[in-house]
């Protein structure tokens, strides 16, 4: 038998936690409503309008990140309109043209260490208008961050603070993705919660499928029917599940007995081991971060000879010799891994 190789290529590469999975155990032979219209997606609404102190929000459960950021997106932008991202944001690279193909064009400005500031945003508005052909191009329909950013920076509070105020004064909604939420959340950097993303934006998404659950997204409209009709515009992307319940089973889970918080701490806890040993043994940085994702340089002959027994997730090109590699830590780490991961490197 082949020795075990083990991988941190990715968050998302187990299952789920085992309490989601008992608890879909528990409940699979009931007959419950369809398209989230079951009691367990009630229920999960309720306790996430509780944790984001937003009674009011509009709550629906999507299935990936890509999906509900396409829906998303083109269910707020009017047809003129394209959506202000960071050029290494998701959307910008990572999601193979979603948002152009629903007909809307991703409008890429520059980043600080992945995140969008304030300052540039608005930059970028106020140039669109002064020039005088502006009524040929496509419009800044709305502002796309996410949380942690794709280099596994966060937003402070005071940053988002201002981005919402600058969206605020043009008109422009603000629309936050968190398909890693919960290892923001979790770091002892982080001094964002739940309510002030709710209180700073228009529009949120609770990442499931990276942080615990099979799969889902939860979609936050902070207030009612900021988007409406948005569940008939779901099922128009075919984005819209039958089974419902069994994305509400899984975020009612998560948002019992602060389950979500502590997914979110086994995930940065192990990050911190990890980053803590290489700082020690003098391993280059590509960038810095808190959360769960650790971009490091290595040799490619490094490369070629952890990947006999481990995984990692390649990120880009350095030079001809070099390349960062991504280590990713998730919910389902555990300490053996990590040692050994360690003991390889």
Not at 53 to 63: G, R, S, Y
Not at 75 to 89: C, Y
Not at 103 to 121: E, F, M
């Amino acid at each position: 038998m082949s020795k075990e190789r083990i991988s941190f290529a990715s968050d998302y590469l187990e299952g789920a936690h085992p309490s989601i999975l008992k608890r879909l155990f528990d409940t699979n032979m009931m007959q419950t409503a369809g398209y989230g219209f079951d009691e367990f997606s009630e229920s999960a609404r309720a306790k996430i309008r509780q944790a984001c102190e937003a009674p009011e929000a509009d709550i629906f459960f999507l299935v990936g990140g890509t999906q509900t950021n396409a829906t998303v997106i083109d269910a707020i932008l009017r047809l003129t309109e394209g959506v202000i991202a960071a050029d290494t944001g998701h959307v910008s690279l990572h999601e193979a043209g979603a948002i152009e193909f629903g007909g809307h064009k991703v409008l890429p400005i520059p980043h600080q260490n992945g995140k969008l500031t304030a300052a540039g945003i608005d930059a970028y508005v106020k140039g669109f208008y002064a020039d005088g052909n502006h009524d040929h191009m496509v419009a800044p329909g709305m502002v796309y961050l996410s949380q942690p950013t794709e280099y596994g920076t966060l937003y402070s509070l005071k940053e988002l603070t201002a981005i919402s105020k600058v969206c605020r004064e043009h008109h422009l909604p603000l629309y936050l993705d968190g398909a890693r939420l919960a290892y923001a959340l979790a770091c002892r950097e982080n001094d964002v919660t739940l309510a002030d993303i709710a209180r700073l934006c228009d529009a949120f998404y609770i990442g499931g499928t990276k942080c615990g659950a099979l799969f889902g997204e939860a979609v936050v409209f902070p207030k009612h029917d900021f988007v409406p009709h948005f569940f008939t515009i779901t099922k128009q992307h075919g984005a819209l599940l039958a089974k419902g319940r069994i994305a509400g089973i899984q975020f009612d889970t998560m948002f019992t007995d602060g389950l979500y918080e502590k997914i979110g701490r086994t995930a940065i806890e192990a990050a911190d081991k990890i980053r803590g040993v290489l700082r020690e043994k003098g391993y280059q940085f590509a960038m810095e971060n808190p959360t769960n994702q650790i971009f490091i340089v290595l040799t490619k002959e490094k490369c070629a000879e952890l990947a006999k027994e481990v995984e990692l997730g390649f990120w880009e090109n350095v030079d001809e010799g070099h390349c960062v590699m991504r280590i990713a830590t998730s919910w389902a780490t555990t300490e053996e891994h990590v040692d050994k991961l360690l003991e390889m490197l």
